[in-house]
């Protein structure tokens, strides 16, 4: 059984930052694919960024690329997400989530273990 919790979400104004976290149990993080995704409000959940696992490839969505960075600390088990120069559409829920496969994926489909989410909320 897989188990992942976010931290690290808050409120912060335009053009700051915060850090989310990904802590992990049941699963080693390093032997995976994992990645973040987010759900603003009234909208579908959709992809932020991902790291494979062979040899921690990352992706990005166009709207966060240049401003966010995911990283991994296999030591720790835990995955994080630096986000940088947010933004007010950047307001949503944050969801870390684990692919049982190796490869990029960049849908929910391709994920099978979730967070239950934290709130970051960007002022303008």
């Known amino acids: 059984q897989v188990h992942l919790v976010e931290s690290g979400g808050g409120l912060v104004q335009a053009g700051g930052s915060l850090r989310l976290s990904c802590a992990a149990s049941?699963?080693?993080?390093?032997?995976?694919?994992v990645g973040w995704f987010r759900q603003a409000p009234g909208k579908e959940r959709v992809f932020v960024a991902t790291?494979?696992?062979?040899?921690?490839?990352?992706y990005y969505a166009d709207s966060v690329k240049g401003r966010f960075t995911i990283s991994r600390d296999n030591a720790q088990n835990t995955l994080y997400l630096q986000m940088n120069s947010l933004k007010p559409e950047d307001t949503a829920i944050y969801f870390c989530?684990?692919?049982?496969?190796?490869?990029?994926?960049?849908?929910?489909?391709?994920?099978?273990?979730w967070g239950r989410g934290t709130q970051v909320t960007v002022s303008s």
């Open positions: 790291i494979t696992r062979s040899g921690g490839d990352t």
């Open positions: 989530a684990l692919r049982l496969g190796s490869t990029y994926g960049d849908t929910e489909a391709a994920y099978s273990y």
């Open positions: 049941g699963r080693t993080l390093s032997m995976y694919t």
